[in-house]
């Protein structure tokens, strides 16, 4: 989910910045272009962790800024499909849940949550299983799978997932799941 690239670019530096370290000013520099962007191929990129900056630069006729080749670290989260991961519920609608994932939210769609029907209480913010009496509410960890992933360039992206598997939905169920089996097995003399 989270990644560390090494991306090569040639940045300019401007006037203003000459009197800054070379570094800082490329890491400035790389931080305004790059964070909380997203490149395509990659994913969403969340930091520049550091930057190595060729000393000299070079100058283009009618431009005032020195340009530097420059290798640069970055933070990139790019949520794969398939992939199971663990959030919290940040917040509870009457069509599902929105899980924070990394600096992003994934839509848990009240059909993907379990195999029961569930009631929204928008008083309480609570979604509950009419047979189990299982609820979901904002702050509950949750273990789930992604099913679909839209990231690109110029948008804000959209991920959904699922916890009507095995061994997925919220931890306390998981739990809950895993005690009545070892009790099954220790039941039946295993």
Known sequence: MFTLIELDEVIGIPPRDFSKPLREAAIE???????????????YVVMIIDVEVEPIGFLIPRDG???????????????????VAEGEIVEITEFGAFIRIGPMDALL??????????????????????KTGKKLEVGDDVRFRIVA??????????????TRQPYLGKIEWIKETLEQMKAKTVAEGR
């Open 65 to 83: 800024s020195i340009y530097h080749k420059a290798r640069a670290k970055l933070l990139v989260f790019s949520p794969r499909i398939q992939e």
């Open 109 to 130: 769609h009240i059909s993907q949550v379990m195999d029961d029907y569930l009631s929204y209480d928008e008083r309480h913010s609570i979604l509950l299983g009419k």
């Open 29 to 43: 520099r790389l931080r305004s272009l790059y964070e909380g962007t997203v490149i395509e191929d990659v994913g």
């Open 149 to 162: 992933v839209s990231i690109s360039p110029g948008t804000t992206g959209k991920i959904s997932v699922t």
